[in-house]
């Protein structure tokens, strides 16, 4: 039988050719203009958005790298121990049981270790629990199983509900959307005045660092900055919160200035009819019992 090696191998070319656009096209799976939500197989963290994100991303890959070379020290010095220390040449076993010097280094290193961990971690904790000046405030409740949005300032408050599966619109994300996204100017330093209704929540959207608890009769504060850009940032409740845990997602919407005024426009008029009544009720997966609820 007669091989044609040209055929064989132009073939091979196009396969592998197939195979690394399938690659690109898998990993470039990313939309950083529209939003920042967790992507099929993500591995790394989220996108950072904002100083306190990029710090954190910085802080830890920083870590990474110390926490992989010790790991492969470690590691080496087993395999090593192992091999050297077997039984065959060792008939007689060694009955060293102390040795200063490397005492002195395995307390000192770690130390030092420590050490150049703890200063950027400080440094990070201090600037997320800075009094920083801030554009707006926006109040947050947690509740069985949504959140509450208020402006103090603009003297508007809303619920914001998981949007159903078969209300999911084209541009929507299944267990992410919200009807009602707290809604943010691009480029503002806000601060979030974080509070519940019932059980223990927890405010977590990763791309802008923010995860706070959320606690009946206190109130927890954080400050981010929102980024320049029109853009959704996706997080949900990541305490475990009850049997709807799953279902209370939070998406932030930065607008630009002028498209935020409109939206506040609007917003005063729509959410002005909800009664005090309202705040209360059960979120739940069915959507016509949600329906007689409002
Ligand atoms: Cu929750």
Redesign the pocket.
Known sequence: MKINFQTVFTSWKKKIVVIIYGFLLIFSYVNPAISSEPKPWQMDLQEPAGIIATKATDLHNFLLVVITLISVFVLGLLVYVCIKFREKPNVQPSKTSHNTIIEIIWTVVPVLILVVIAIPSFKLLYLTEADKPVDMVVKVS?A??YWNYEYPDEEISFDSYIVAEEDLKDDQKRMLDVDNPLVVPEGTRIKFLITGND????FFVPSLALQVY?IAGRINEIWTEVPLGKKKYYGQ?N????VN?AY?PIVIQALPKDEYEVWLKEAKVKFASITKKGINKIALLDKKEVKELK
Do not use: D, N
């Open positions: 947690g069985q199983w059980v223990m929540h927890s959320s409740c305490q475990i919160c009850g845990h209370m």
